[in-house]
C-alpha cells in the first residue's frame, strides 16, 4: 500500500494529535473537521497538507450566499439565452453551459487531491445537509446532462469552521472531527522556531512570556493568536529591539513594545494599558513601604 | 470491545451513535491507533466526538475508564512485594532502558528509592518531580518523562511521551453547562430565525425573471421578490430588582444580544411577579406603567414570549390577590401569568438560578408548573433548548 502519512512540513508544527487526526482521515476517506480559535491555522493546514502530500489544493471559499449545488456544478442559463438569440451553435448542447464546481474539480482530479471547503458555518444552515449524500458517496447527478459523476480518486476532505452555526448531526456524524487547540509554550516556541530559525533564544523566550501574558489578561475581546505572535515578532526583528526591553520587571516600561500587533482591539488596548498602571502603581506603593 | 467505554459515553450525555462506534472500531481494524493508549485516545476522540463543548466530558469518562485498571493497582500499590516491582519492571522495560537504569547507579539503589518514596507518600500524586503517580517526571510511576522511570499501572506498553492528556482537562472550559457571554448568546438566538420574504418587492429575482423570460420566447420579463429577512418577533419580559441584582450581568449580556438580533423585539420589565402592569424605563417604574392588557391587546399572538427571572420569592406573592410585595394587586400573579401564556402559546421562562436549586425552592416549582415545565436555566445549552420550545409549531 502506497500509504503516504502527514507529519506537519518544516513550515507547519502539527502536533500529535492533529496529526492523528490527518492520518485519520485519509485512511478511512472521511471529510475532516477543523474546529479552532480564529488564526491557529486552520486554513494552512489544508494547504501544508496538500504541500506534504505532493498534491493540488482545491479551495471552496463559503460566503453566506454559498449554495451547495455551486460546488457541484451551475447550469449558465443567462448565456446560453444570449446565445439563442444570437442563434450561435452552441446551444443546441447544454453540455456547454455547464459550468464546473469544485467538488466536480476535485472528483475529477487523476491524483488524489486535498478538497478546502473553508468556513462552512458562514453558508446557510441547510448548506451542510445538502452535501451529505455528495461526500458521502463522493458522487453526484447531473440533471442537465443525465450524467453522473463519481470521484476517480476519493479526495481528503478538509472543512473548517468558526463555529458560527452548530452544523447539523447527521453531517457531524460523517465526518471526523478535530479542534485545535491553543499551543502550549513548548509547542509555541517550535512553531516560531519554524518561522523564525535566526531568532536569538533569549528574545524568543522574553517575547512568548509576555505573549501568554497578555493572553492572561482578564477580560479581553480578542486574545492574540498565533498569527499575531508571528507578526509581532517579525516586528520585533525589523525593529531590531534586544531582549532586555521586553523585560516586564521594569514598572516604567511595562508595556511591551509595539504592542499594537498583539491587540487589535481598540477597548482590548484601553483595558490593557489601564491594568498595566494599576499594577505599576501598586508596585510603586510596594516600593515606598515604610517600616 | 469498547462497547463499555461507548455506553458510558451515552450515559454522560455526549451524543455517540453507532456510526461512529463502528467508524472507531473501522480504524482500529486498519491500524490507526496502533499500540499506544495516547494514539488510542486522539483516535478516539477524533471519531466520536464531534463537538468541543464535549472534549471536556469525554476526557473524564476516558479518563475514568481508564482508571478503573489503574485504581485496582493503586490500592495494592503500598503492598506491592519488591520482587513483583522488578517483575513488573522487566517485563516493561527495554533491554537499553535497563542498561540505563544500571548506569543510573543500579537496580537496588533505584528500588531504595522507591521505599523511601513510598514511606513518604499518601495520597494520589499528579505531575511533580519527585513523587509516585502519575504524569510526573519522577523515576516511578507511570506515564512519566525519565527515560530509567518504573513503569506502574499502565496498562500496555510502548509508551513514549505520554502526559496523560485526558487528565489534563484542558478543555474544561469550553463545556456548555458555563455561563455565556454576549457573543455566545447572539450564537444561540441565531437559531430563533426564520427569514420570510415580506413587504414590498424590491430584490431582482434572477432565477424567476430567467424562467419567466423563457416562457416568454426570450423577450426579456422582469421579477421582482421582497428581501429576506427574520420574521420572528419577540416579546422578552425581564425580572427586575431584588433577588436578581445577583444575575444582572446576565440578563444585561442576553439584553443586549437579543437587542442586536430582532427586528421586532418588545421588552417589558416587572418585579418579582407578572401583575397587571409592566414598565418599560426601571426609573420610572412607579410613574409610567404599562397595563398588562394593553401590552396583550398590542402585540399579537405571533410574538414569542420569553420571561427572564430568577421566580425565587415567596409562594404567596404567586397564589393570593394581594401577595406582591410592592402594591395591592386585585387578582393573583398566577392569573395574569395565565392570561398571558393563553395569548401566547409560544413562551418559555429562562431562570438564571442554577438548575438544582429549583426543586428547593417552592415559588419555583409553581412557576414551573405554571409554565407546564417550560423553564430553562441561562446557559447555552438551556437556551438551546427554550429555542427548540419556542420554534415548534402549535398543535
Redesign the interface.
Given at each position: 500500500m502506497t500509504q503516504s502519512r502527514f507529519t506537519g512540513t518544516d513550515s507547519y508544527v502539527a502536533t500529535d494529535d492533529l496529526t492523528m487526526a490527518v492520518n485519520a482521515a485519509l485512511t478511512l476517506e472521511r471529510p475532516l473537521l477543523i474546529k479552532g480559535e480564529p488564526g491557529t491555522g486552520k486554513t494552512q493546514l489544508a494547504e501544508e497538507v496538500a504541500k506534504a502530500l505532493d498534491t493540488n489544493l482545491i479551495q471552496w471559499h463559503i460566503k453566506s450566499t454559498t449554495k451547495a449545488h455551486q460546488g457541484l456544478y451551475e447550469y449558465d442559463a443567462v448565456s446560453r439565452l444570449r446565445d439563442s438569440q444570437l442563434g450561435d451553435e452552441k446551444v443546441h448542447d447544454i453540455a456547454n453551459y455547464i459550468v464546473k464546481g469544485k467538488l466536480w474539480e476535485a472528483f475529477e482530479s487523476d491524483k488524489r487531491s486535498v478538497l478546502l471547503i473553508d468556513e462552512i458555518d458562514k453558508a446557510d444552515i441547510e448548506f451542510p445537509n445538502d452535501l451529505l449524500q455528495e461526500l458521502d458517496k463522493m458522487e453526484f447527478h447531473v440533471y442537465e446532462t443525465k450524467q453522473v459523476i463519481a470521484a476517480r480518486q476519493r479526495p481528503l476532505v478538509i472543512i473548517t469552521s468558526n463555529n458560527e452555526k452548530e452544523l447539523p448531526d447527521a453531517f457531524l456524524r460523517r465526518c471526523f472531527f478535530h479542534y485545535i487547540s491553543f499551543p502550549d509554550t513548548s509547542t509555541m516556541e517550535q512553531i516560531v522556531n519554524v518561522h523564525f530559525p535566526s531568532l536569538k533564544k533569549d528574545l524568543l523566550s522574553e517575547a512568548l512570556k509576555v505573549f501568554f501574558d497578555v493572553r492572561e489578561v482578564p477580560g479581553l475581546k480578542k486574545k492574540p493568536s498565533t498569527s499575531e505572535l508571528l507578526d509581532w515578532i517579525k516586528l520585533l526583528l525589523a525593529e531590531d529591539i534586544p531582549a532586555e526591553e521586553l523585560h516586564g520587571d521594569d514598572p516604567r516600561k511595562a508595556i511591551p513594545k509595539l504592542h499594537g500587533a498583539l491587540l487589535k482591539n481598540e477597548q482590548d488596548v484601553h483595558l490593557f494599558e489601564r491594568l498595566v498602571f494599576l499594577n505599576r502603581k501598586k508596585s510603586a506603593q510596594g516600593n515606598v513601604d515604610p517600616r | 470491545m469498547f462497547l463499555e467505554l461507548f455506553f458510558k459515553l451515552r450515559k454522560a450525555e455526549v451524543?455517540v451513535?453507532i456510526?461512529?462506534y463502528l467508524?472507531l472500531l473501522?480504524?482500529l481494524d486498519?491500524n490507526?491507533?496502533g499500540y499506544s493508549v495516547?494514539?488510542f485516545y486522539?483516535?478516539a476522540?477524533?471519531?466520536l466526538?464531534?463537538?468541543?463543548r464535549f472534549?471536556d466530558r469525554f476526557d473524564v469518562i476516558f479518563g475514568e475508564h481508564f482508571q478503573g485498571i489503574k485504581a485496582a493497582l493503586d490500592e495494592i500499590f503500598g503492598e506491592i512485594p519488591e520482587e513483583w516491582l522488578r517483575k513488573q519492571a522487566e517485563l516493561f522495560l527495554s533491554k537499553e532502558e535497563m542498561e540505563q537504569i544500571e548506569a543510573m547507579g543500579g537496580w537496588d539503589e533505584l528500588m531504595e528509592t522507591l521505599k523511601k518514596r513510598l514511606e513518604e507518600q499518601k495520597d494520589r500524586h499528579q505531575g511533580g518531580n519527585k513523587m509516585i503517580g502519575t504524569a510526573g517526571r519522577s523515576p516511578f510511576g507511570a506515564q512519566g518523562y525519565n527515560p530509567e522511570g518504573v513503569r506502574i499501572g499502565q496498562e500496555k506498553s510502548r509508551h513514549r511521551?505520554a502526559v496523560k492528556?485526558w487528565d489534563k482537562r484542558?478543555?474544561k472550559n469550553?463545556d456548555d453547562s458555563v455561563e455565556l457571554g454576549t457573543r455566545n448568546i447572539k450564537?444561540a438566538l441565531?437559531?430563533l430565525r426564520k427569514f420570510a420574504r415580506q413587504g414590498a418587492a424590491e430584490e431582482l429575482d434572477l432565477d424567476g425573471t430567467?424562467s419567466s423570460?423563457?416562457r416568454n420566447a426570450?423577450l426579456l420579463d422582469i421579477k421582482m421578490v421582497p428581501e429576506r429577512h427574520n420574521a420572528i418577533k419577540v416579546l422578552l419580559m425581564f425580572d427586575i430588582g431584588g433577588s436578581m441584582d445577583d444575575h444582572v450581568k446576565l440578563c444585561e449580556e442576553l439584553f443586549s444580544a437579543t437587542k442586536t438580533e430582532f427586528k421586532h423585539l418588545e421588552y417589558f420589565y416587572f418585579h418579582n411577579f407578572l401583575y397587571e402592569g409592566l414598565w418599560k424605563d426601571n426609573r420610572r417604574r412607579h410613574a409610567d406603567k404599562t397595563p398588562t392588557m394593553d401590552v396583550m391587546h398590542k402585540y399579537g399572538s405571533d410574538y414569542k414570549l420569553i420571561f427572564v427571572g430568577d421566580a425565587t420569592m415567596s409562594p404567596y406573592e404567586i397564589t393570593y390577590a394581594g401577595g406582591s410585595v410592592e402594591h395591592w394587586n386585585e387578582e393573583a400573579g398566577a392569573v395574569w401569568l395565565q392570561r398571558l401564556l393563553d395569548v401566547y402559546p409560544h413562551a418559555v421562562w429562562l431562570n438564571p438560578e442554577p438548575e438544582v436549586r429549583w426543586e428547593r425552592t417552592p415559588s419555583i416549582k409553581i412557576t414551573k408548573e405554571l409554565m407546564s415545565d417550560r423553564m430553562y436555566p441561562l446557559t447555552i445549552s438551556g437556551l438551546d433548548e427554550a429555542i427548540k420550545e419556542l420554534l415548534k409549531r402549535t398543535h
Amino acid at each position: 500500500m502506497t500509504q503516504s502519512r502527514f507529519t506537519g512540513t518544516d513550515s507547519y508544527v502539527a502536533t500529535d494529535d492533529l496529526t492523528m487526526a490527518v492520518n485519520a482521515a485519509l485512511t478511512l476517506e472521511r471529510p475532516l473537521l477543523i474546529k479552532g480559535e480564529p488564526g491557529t491555522g486552520k486554513t494552512q493546514l489544508a494547504e501544508e497538507v496538500a504541500k506534504a502530500l505532493d498534491t493540488n489544493l482545491i479551495q471552496w471559499h463559503i460566503k453566506s450566499t454559498t449554495k451547495a449545488h455551486q460546488g457541484l456544478y451551475e447550469y449558465d442559463a443567462v448565456s446560453r439565452l444570449r446565445d439563442s438569440q444570437l442563434g450561435d451553435e452552441k446551444v443546441h448542447d447544454i453540455a456547454n453551459y455547464i459550468v464546473k464546481g469544485k467538488l466536480w474539480e476535485a472528483f475529477e482530479s487523476d491524483k488524489r487531491s486535498v478538497l478546502l471547503i473553508d468556513e462552512i458555518d458562514k453558508a446557510d444552515i441547510e448548506f451542510p445537509n445538502d452535501l451529505l449524500q455528495e461526500l458521502d458517496k463522493m458522487e453526484f447527478h447531473v440533471y442537465e446532462t443525465k450524467q453522473v459523476i463519481a470521484a476517480r480518486q476519493r479526495p481528503l476532505v478538509i472543512i473548517t469552521s468558526n463555529n458560527e452555526k452548530e452544523l447539523p448531526d447527521a453531517f457531524l456524524r460523517r465526518c471526523f472531527f478535530h479542534y485545535i487547540s491553543f499551543p502550549d509554550t513548548s509547542t509555541m516556541e517550535q512553531i516560531v522556531n519554524v518561522h523564525f530559525p535566526s531568532l536569538k533564544k533569549d528574545l524568543l523566550s522574553e517575547a512568548l512570556k509576555v505573549f501568554f501574558d497578555v493572553r492572561e489578561v482578564p477580560g479581553l475581546k480578542k486574545k492574540p493568536s498565533t498569527s499575531e505572535l508571528l507578526d509581532w515578532i517579525k516586528l520585533l526583528l525589523a525593529e531590531d529591539i534586544p531582549a532586555e526591553e521586553l523585560h516586564g520587571d521594569d514598572p516604567r516600561k511595562a508595556i511591551p513594545k509595539l504592542h499594537g500587533a498583539l491587540l487589535k482591539n481598540e477597548q482590548d488596548v484601553h483595558l490593557f494599558e489601564r491594568l498595566v498602571f494599576l499594577n505599576r502603581k501598586k508596585s510603586a506603593q510596594g516600593n515606598v513601604d515604610p517600616r | 470491545m469498547f462497547l463499555e467505554l461507548f455506553f458510558k459515553l451515552r450515559k454522560a450525555e455526549v451524543p455517540v451513535s453507532i456510526t461512529e462506534y463502528l467508524t472507531l472500531l473501522e480504524g482500529l481494524d486498519k491500524n490507526l491507533a496502533g499500540y499506544s493508549v495516547d494514539d488510542f485516545y486522539h483516535f478516539a476522540r477524533l471519531s466520536l466526538v464531534k463537538d468541543e463543548r464535549f472534549y471536556d466530558r469525554f476526557d473524564v469518562i476516558f479518563g475514568e475508564h481508564f482508571q478503573g485498571i489503574k485504581a485496582a493497582l493503586d490500592e495494592i500499590f503500598g503492598e506491592i512485594p519488591e520482587e513483583w516491582l522488578r517483575k513488573q519492571a522487566e517485563l516493561f522495560l527495554s533491554k537499553e532502558e535497563m542498561e540505563q537504569i544500571e548506569a543510573m547507579g543500579g537496580w537496588d539503589e533505584l528500588m531504595e528509592t522507591l521505599k523511601k518514596r513510598l514511606e513518604e507518600q499518601k495520597d494520589r500524586h499528579q505531575g511533580g518531580n519527585k513523587m509516585i503517580g502519575t504524569a510526573g517526571r519522577s523515576p516511578f510511576g507511570a506515564q512519566g518523562y525519565n527515560p530509567e522511570g518504573v513503569r506502574i499501572g499502565q496498562e500496555k506498553s510502548r509508551h513514549r511521551r505520554a502526559v496523560k492528556v485526558w487528565d489534563k482537562r484542558e478543555y474544561k472550559n469550553l463545556d456548555d453547562s458555563v455561563e455565556l457571554g454576549t457573543r455566545n448568546i447572539k450564537m444561540a438566538l441565531r437559531k430563533l430565525r426564520k427569514f420570510a420574504r415580506q413587504g414590498a418587492a424590491e430584490e431582482l429575482d434572477l432565477d424567476g425573471t430567467i424562467s419567466s423570460t423563457a416562457r416568454n420566447a426570450g423577450l426579456l420579463d422582469i421579477k421582482m421578490v421582497p428581501e429576506r429577512h427574520n420574521a420572528i418577533k419577540v416579546l422578552l419580559m425581564f425580572d427586575i430588582g431584588g433577588s436578581m441584582d445577583d444575575h444582572v450581568k446576565l440578563c444585561e449580556e442576553l439584553f443586549s444580544a437579543t437587542k442586536t438580533e430582532f427586528k421586532h423585539l418588545e421588552y417589558f420589565y416587572f418585579h418579582n411577579f407578572l401583575y397587571e402592569g409592566l414598565w418599560k424605563d426601571n426609573r420610572r417604574r412607579h410613574a409610567d406603567k404599562t397595563p398588562t392588557m394593553d401590552v396583550m391587546h398590542k402585540y399579537g399572538s405571533d410574538y414569542k414570549l420569553i420571561f427572564v427571572g430568577d421566580a425565587t420569592m415567596s409562594p404567596y406573592e404567586i397564589t393570593y390577590a394581594g401577595g406582591s410585595v410592592e402594591h395591592w394587586n386585585e387578582e393573583a400573579g398566577a392569573v395574569w401569568l395565565q392570561r398571558l401564556l393563553d395569548v401566547y402559546p409560544h413562551a418559555v421562562w429562562l431562570n438564571p438560578e442554577p438548575e438544582v436549586r429549583w426543586e428547593r425552592t417552592p415559588s419555583i416549582k409553581i412557576t414551573k408548573e405554571l409554565m407546564s415545565d417550560r423553564m430553562y436555566p441561562l446557559t447555552i445549552s438551556g437556551l438551546d433548548e427554550a429555542i427548540k420550545e419556542l420554534l415548534k409549531r402549535t398543535h
